[in-house]
Nanobody, 114 residues
């Protein structure tokens, strides 16, 4: 059984930074691709960034390119999302997801005030 637990959300002013973490437990981690999604109030869940199993390949939604960095540490069974220059439109619940498997974290709230 795989569990994904996010942490690091909070309230920050526009222009600030936050670091999200996703700790994974279960039989597999190092050979899996991961992604961060977000869901704003009244909107659907959308992908923000993704990282390959070895951390070598990444993908970013256009709106976060140059501001967010996704990384994966196979020695710590963790995936990270470092968010810089946050904007009010980044406000959402952020979810960690194991790609191609139905594993999601419980979500962590990120609120950016103007």
């Amino acid at each position: 059984q795989v569990q994904l637990i996010e942490s690091g959300g909070g309230l920050v002013q526009a222009g600030g930074s936050l670091n999200l973490s996703c700790a994974a437990s279960g039989p597999t981690f190092s050979d899996r691709n991961f992604a961060w999604y977000r869901q704003a109030p009244g909107k659907g869940r959308k992908i923000v960034a993704a990282v390959s199993w070895d951390g070598e390949a990444t993908y970013y939604q256009d709106s976060v390119k140059g501001r967010f960095t996704i990384s994966k540490d196979n020695t710590k069974n963790s995936v990270y999302l470092h968010m810089n220059n946050l904007k009010p439109e980044d406000t959402a619940v952020y979810y960690c997801h194991m790609i191609n498997y139905d594993y999601w974290g419980q979500g962590t709230q990120v609120t950016v005030s103007s």
